[in-house]
Nanobody, 115 residues
């Protein structure tokens, strides 16, 4: 069984920064793509950033230039550095990691950006 645990969320003022972390544990043979998604109240879950197994990255337009994803398959961790945060970044952030060819989700961490 695989478990993903996120940390690093919280309350921050607009313009501030947060660093989210996600650690995978359990029976893990191979780690593939790692990503961060978010879901704001009343909205669908959306991709924020993704780092592929070949270390290529992709970002939502809203995240480009402000967020940076990094991952270490060996350490089974993925991070999301978020700078210049805006109130519209407020959401529950979830990590998603393809473990043993299957996507797994964390429980989510709340990020709240006050204006």
């Amino acid at each position: 069984q695989v478990r993903l645990v996120e940390s690093g969320g919280g309350l921050v003022q607009a313009g501030g920064s947060l660093r989210l972390s996600c650690a995978a544990s359990g029976v893990i043979f191979v780690i593939g793509d790692m990503g961060w998604y978010r879901q704001a109240p009343g909205k669908q879950r959306e991709l924020v950033a993704l780092i592929s197994s070949d270390r290529t990255t992709q970002y939502a337009d809203s995240a480009k230039g402000r967020f940076t994803i990094s991952g270490d398959a060996g350490k089974r961790t993925v991070h999301l550095q978020m700078n210049s945060l805006k109130p519209e970044d407020t959401a529950v952030y979830y990590c998603n990691v393809v473990v043993n060819t299957r996507p797994s989700w964390g429980q989510g961490t709340q990020v709240t950006v006050s204006s």
